[in-house]
């Protein structure tokens, strides 16, 4: 029996001991899930067919391992099971055709290959970082923070796919807690253009998230841009008075008053100053 045949045959019990891990003399595999569904392979974009698409994003979300049972009822929910085992068996044919090495198999599970990186998980480390306000963030971090994307959400372009919702909110969330967190700490270490810029992509991905407006306009404030924070904050209760009827929460107040309080007092002057002045 050749290998195409073993692998079509794999949920019948046929599987080669080799399958059950790939096979690690292969190139890397990187798999994009944020903004786009993306494959390369070494040095090479592969493009892989829908359906193979749909399972290796699963694998990559569920950390790598799926049950055949569970893969085959996510992907194909309105289908029997007898026809759900049957589509997955298609979907694995064809991706040992085209990229043998990518899921190993067994009777029962799917795995990814261990070489595999995704994108997704580096920001979940990232967010484990960021997230932590006990974990210092050196400059190298920082650096490293500011090149991983987040811009994008969970696979933007597949809206018919329920199984992707659940971790499609988790991950825009997951994503805006990052920008607001990494705002904060390139403020905290003086990096105030970095910081303006992650506060604005904060913004860009919720205008209404109040906690995004309020962390960029503490960057603005923090460089000393006093101007470019009232700006943004009347711009945003007009929007918030005009659009949804409501006012911006007290805390947000707060930050710009609490600052011009501030000014008001380091532009006073001292008491006894002036009587010290007319003494001399």
């Given at each position: 029996?050749?290998?195409?045949?073993?692998?079509?045959?794999?949920?019948?019990?046929?599987?080669?001991?080799?399958?059950?891990?790939?096979?690690?003399?292969?190139?890397?595999?990187?798999?994009?899930?944020?903004?786009?569904?993306?494959?390369?392979?070494?040095?090479?974009?592969?493009?892989?067919?829908?359906?193979?698409?749909?399972?290796?994003?699963?694998?990559?979300?569920?950390?790598?391992?799926?049950?055949?049972?569970?893969?085959?009822?996510?992907?194909?929910?309105?289908?029997?099971?007898?026809?759900?085992?049957?589509?997955?068996?298609?979907?694995?044919?064809?991706?040992?055709?085209?990229?043998?090495?990518?899921?190993?198999?067994?009777?029962?599970?799917?795995?990814?290959?261990?070489?595999?990186?995704?994108?997704?998980?580096?920001?979940?480390?990232?967010?484990?970082?960021?997230?932590?306000?006990?974990?210092?963030?050196?400059?190298?971090?920082?650096?490293?923070?500011?090149?991983?994307?987040?811009?994008?959400?969970?696979?933007?372009?597949?809206?018919?796919?329920?199984?992707?919702?659940?971790?499609?909110?988790?991950?825009?969330?997951?994503?805006?807690?990052?920008?607001?967190?990494?705002?904060?700490?390139?403020?905290?270490?003086?990096?105030?253009?970095?910081?303006?810029?992650?506060?604005?992509?904060?913004?860009?991905?919720?205008?209404?998230?109040?906690?995004?407006?309020?962390?960029?306009?503490?960057?603005y404030l923090a460089e000393g841009n006093i101007a470019d924070a009232r700006r943004h904050y009347d711009g945003y209760r007009r929007r918030l008075r005009d659009e949804l009827g409501v006012e911006p929460g007290a805390r947000?107040?707060?930050?710009?008053?609490?600052?011009?309080?501030?000014?008001?007092?380091?532009?006073?002057?001292?008491?006894?100053?002036?009587?010290?002045?007319?003494?001399?």
């Amino acid at each position: 029996m050749n290998d195409h045949v073993a692998w079509g045959n794999a949920e019948l019990g046929a599987v080669p001991p080799a399958a059950l891990d790939p096979p690690r003399q292969c190139c890397r595999f990187n798999i994009r899930l944020l903004g786009r569904f993306e494959l390369t392979v070494g040095e090479y974009q592969a493009t892989p067919g829908a359906g193979v698409q749909r399972l290796v994003a699963l694998l990559a979300l569920a950390g790598g391992a799926v049950s055949r049972r569970r893969a085959a009822h996510t992907l194909w929910p309105d289908a029997t099971a007898r026809r759900a085992a049957a589509n997955l068996r298609s979907v694995l044919y064809r991706l040992q055709r085209t990229n043998p090495h990518l899921v190993g198999s067994s009777t029962a599970d799917l795995h990814l290959n261990r070489d595999s990186t995704v994108d997704t998980q580096r920001l979940n480390d990232l967010a484990r970082l960021l997230l932590d306000r006990s974990r210092p963030c050196g400059d190298a971090q920082l650096s490293t923070a500011l090149s991983t994307n987040l811009d994008d959400d969970l696979l933007p372009d597949w809206p018919d796919e329920e199984w992707l919702q659940e971790e499609r909110e988790r991950y825009r969330q997951l994503r805006l807690h990052c920008l607001e967190a990494l705002c904060e700490r390139l403020v905290a270490a003086r990096w105030y253009g970095a910081a303006v810029d992650t506060g604005l992509a904060a913004v860009r991905a919720d205008p209404f998230r109040e906690s995004a407006r309020i962390t960029l306009v503490a960057a603005y404030l923090a460089e000393g841009n006093i101007a470019d924070a009232r700006r943004h904050y009347d711009g945003y209760r007009r929007r918030l008075r005009d659009e949804l009827g409501v006012e911006p929460g007290a805390r947000f107040g707060q930050v710009v008053q609490l600052h011009d309080v501030r000014r008001l007092e380091e532009a006073r002057p001292r008491r006894g100053t002036g009587r010290r002045r007319a003494r001399d």
